[in-house]
C-alpha cells in the first residue's frame, strides 16, 4: 500500500506562485510514477504533470512554461513538489496527488483558486 499525504495549495491572486507537495509513504511508496492531476467544478480530471522515478518529466500543454513538477527520493519516500507561477483564473481547481506502482493511488485532493 501507498499512502499520500499532500500540502500546499489555498487562495491566491492571479500570478502569485504556489506550490503544492505530495510525500508517499509504505511498502510500494519507493520507485513508481507520481504525478499532479487537476478537476475544475464541472469538468473532468485532467493530467497536469507527471514524473518518473528517475525525473523525466511530462506537462499538460496548459501548464508549459508556468508550472515545474520536481521530485525527491530518500528513505523510502518519494516527494513529488509542483510550484506553479504564473497563476491564472482557469488554474483554479482541486489539486490531487497522484502514485502508480503496481496500482493506482490517489490522493485527497487540495484546493487551488485564483481570484483577484
Known amino acids: 500500500q501507498v499512502q499520500l499525504e499532500e500540502s500546499g495549495g489555498g487562495l491566491v491572486q492571479p500570478g502569485v506562485p504556489l506550490r503544492l507537495s505530495c510525500t508517499a509513504s509504505g511498502p510500494l511508496a519507493w520507485g513508481g510514477i507520481m504525478a499532479w492531476y487537476r478537476q475544475a467544478l464541472g469538468k473532468q480530471r485532467e493530467l497536469v504533470a507527471r514524473i518518473t522515478f528517475e525525473g523525466t518529466t511530462t506537462y499538460a500543454d496548459f501548464v508549459k512554461g508556468r508550472f515545474t513538477i520536481s521530485r525527491t527520493n530518500a528513505d523510502a519516500k518519494s516527494t513529488v513538489h509542483l510550484q506553479m507561477n504564473s497563476l491564472e483564473p482557469e488554474d483554479t481547481a482541486v489539486y490531487f496527488c497522484?502514485?502508480?506502482?503496481?496500482?493506482?493511488?490517489w490522493g485527497q485532493g487540495r484546493q487551488v483558486t485564483v481570484s483577484s
Open positions: 497522484y502514485f502508480y506502482r503496481l496500482r493506482d493511488f
